[in-house]
């Protein structure tokens, strides 16, 4: 008899139910969808949300949705983009622990999250990941960056691989390290494929402790990043071919057709994160099912108790 794979969502989203839920400023959350996502997560005792927008639009929304704000705090800005600051302003304070966005553009939030002056920014760039459970991988499987960083050079890769990975362990473990496969469309470096350079550059950088924490290979293909058959038959020799855990794509538009691929194609939840701030940034879409959503709002719970642990800078 085949034996079922773990429900890794369900474990974490589960444990985190156990945790102190976390203070989240929700940005500008004006949409009726936004409001059911919002109490869904205080359902499960995730978050205590911080509603940040116009107060009359937020008010329609939750009617809307059929939702009590009476026991939630409501602070009543003009717009989007006082939204997207007030929401930076009380988590520089530590006024609350996350950030989540509501009905505005990820660019406008992070416009306010950038900055030095934020008071965000950590010694990493900025990114996203995706936590997957894909019904056709043994395990979960992190996509990174699909939504963040355009076009990426390698050092701005390297914080991608680093913050990918402080989640990876963050959620995992550290007992065992993780398994990063730097994509590209070959397995063997092309000086005519930046791509290939550049993962044969961030393989070195791990070797020099640049990048820490990881087992890190490439360029390797997708298809033999994740399959054993594909990476005997191209007799690869390589402790991460065929069972990577990490797969850092070489940009935005692979990133993100690769992901929504597993997704719309192979019935995969994709949970978004942004990484690399002082605070964890919940990223939801209209897409998602309710397990996604809660299994954002639980990475941000662990990638708080983390921070406040000590455990990520």
């Given at each position: 008899m085949k034996k079922s794979k773990p429900d890794y969502y369900k474990e974490i989203i589960n444990d985190c139910r156990k945790m102190k839920?976390?203070?989240?400023?929700?940005?500008?959350?004006?949409?009726?969808e936004v409001m059911e996502a919002v109490a869904d997560a205080v359902k499960e005792n995730l978050i205590i949300p911080v509603l940040i927008g116009p107060?009359?639009?937020?008010?329609?929304?939750?009617?809307?949705?059929?939702?009590?704000?009476?026991?939630?705090?409501?602070?009543?800005?003009?717009?989007?983009?006082?939204?997207?600051?007030?929401?930076?302003?009380?988590?520089?304070?530590?006024?609350v622990d996350a950030l989540m966005k509501g009905s505005l553009h990820t660019d406008e939030l992070l416009e306010a999250v950038v900055p030095s002056a934020s008071g965000l920014r950590t010694e990493y760039r900025i990114s996203h990941a995706f936590v997957m459970s894909v019904p056709t991988y043994h395990k979960p499987l992190i996509v990174t960056d699909a939504a963040v960083n355009i076009a990426p050079d390698v050092s701005i890769k390297a914080d991608i691989c680093q913050n990918a990975i402080n989640l990876?362990?963050?959620?995992?473990?550290?007992?065992?390290?993780?398994k990063v496969a730097i994509l590209a469309a070959v397995e063997t470096v092309n000086p005519k494929m930046q791509a290939t350079l550049d993962a044969a550059a961030l393989c070195k950088m791990a070797e020099r402790r640049q990048i820490t924490g990881a087992i890190?290979?490439?360029?390797?293909?997708?298809?033999?990043?994740?399959?054993?058959?594909?990476?005997?038959?191209?007799?690869?020799?390589?402790?991460?071919?065929?069972?990577?855990?990490?797969?850092?794509?070489?940009?935005?538009?692979?990133?993100?057709?690769?992901?929504?691929q597993l997704s719309f194609?192979?019935?995969?939840?994709a949970a978004g994160i942004v990484l690399g701030a002082r605070v964890p940034i919940i990223l939801t879409s209209r897409a998602d099912n309710l397990r996604a959503r809660l299994m954002s709002c639980a990475i941000a719970v662990k990638m708080a108790a983390a921070r406040q642990q000590g455990k990520i800078k």
């Open positions: 839920p976390i203070r989240t400023a929700v940005v500008h959350p004006v949409q009726a107060r009359l639009k937020i008010e329609a929304a939750a009617k809307e949705a059929k939702v009590n704000l009476s026991k939630w705090e409501l602070i009543d800005v003009e717009h989007s983009h006082a939204a997207a600051a007030k929401a930076v302003e009380l988590a520089a304070c530590g006024k990876w362990r963050i959620l995992f473990g550290e007992k065992n390290m993780p890190i290979d490439g360029p390797l293909a997708f298809d033999n990043a994740i399959s054993p058959a594909a990476m005997k038959e191209k007799n690869i020799v390589s402790a991460v071919s065929g069972d990577a855990d990490i797969l850092v794509v070489p940009e935005i538009e692979s990133g993100n057709i690769l992901a929504k194609l192979g019935g995969a939840d």
